[in-house]
């Protein structure tokens, strides 16, 4: 995986008690549903590859930088935001139910009352448009870092704005 959890702590408050099983498997699903699509399938192999082989531009494209466009200094988060957003907004569609051997069941206790569906589809829309915030900003300095990132295609061919609207939850 591109990122962990700690990268996900970093940006937002997770709990300590939330299982890997759970969020791993929002993390993967970022990364395929979320980044491939945006960065294109070359750049995206190449990425993976990079970052297993510690190549410096994949690197810095994951962590960010600070780079020069005409006179203005811009600092560039890296990939790393836009993923964890993602991941999260995956993990808030996924969380309130387990699929068992007696079905999908909903968790309840006496200590907590889970958020209404609106709630939740509310907070979903902002991760995700936290994530796509960040997405934009990778655009932008892959465009700027086209000889650095010749795979990435941009509007000519890898971009793609997902629209998308959440009817319901559980």
């Known amino acids: 995986m591109l990122i962990s959890r700690s990268d996900i702590q970093n940006v937002i ?6 299982p890997a099983v759970k969020l791993d498997p929002m993390i993967g699903r970022a990364q395929e549903l979320d980044l491939k699509p945006q960065l294109g399938a070359a750049l995206y192999k190449a990425l993976i590859d990079g970052i297993v082989a510690g190549t410096a531009i994949y690197v810095t494209l994951m962590d960010g930088e600070e780079y020069v466009c005409g006179t203005e200094t811009i600092d560039f988060p890296g990939i790393k935001p836009a993923l964890a957003w ?4 995956r993990y808030l569609g ?22 209404s569906e609106k709630a939740v589809t ?3 829309s902002q991760a995700r448009e936290a994530g796509a915030h960040y997405l934009d900003e990778t655009h ?5 870092k086209s ?3 010749p795979l990435y295609k941009g509007d000519k061919g890898n971009r793609r704005r997902s629209k998308f609207k959440i009817s319901a939850i559980g």
């Open 147 to 149: 000889t650095t990132y």
């Open 86 to 89: 993602f991941a999260y907004a």
């Open 13 to 18: 408050q997770l709990s300590d008690n939330l």
């Open 140 to 144: 932008k300095y892959l465009c700027e």
């Open 94 to 115: 996924d969380q309130d139910s387990y699929s068992t051997v007696n079905g999908i069941v909903v968790p309840s206790t006496d200590h907590s009352n889970p958020l």
């Open 122 to 124: 509310r907070r979903i």
